[in-house]
């Protein structure tokens, strides 16, 4: 393999690598990592436990 061929396999798997690793530790950071926000209100199925809520 020529030069320019290990340089750009060098490349495209050590960037393939990298963004592998950051969604990882995206994941096992959680949200806790990026900026709080505010989750939607769920509401009951069920308007009898609607109190339990």
């Not at 290990?6 to 950051?22: D, H, P, Q």
């Not at 530790?25 to 809520?53: C, T, Y």
Request: with cysteine; aromatic share 8%.
């Amino acid at each position: 393999m020529t030069t320019g061929g290990w340089i750009n396999m060098l490349l495209s798997v050590g960037f393939v690598t990298v963004l592998f690793a950051y969604c990882i530790v995206r994941v096992i950071k959680g949200p806790g990592a990026r900026k709080e926000h505010g989750l939607a209100r769920v509401e009951p199925i069920e308007k009898d436990i609607a109190d339990e809520r």
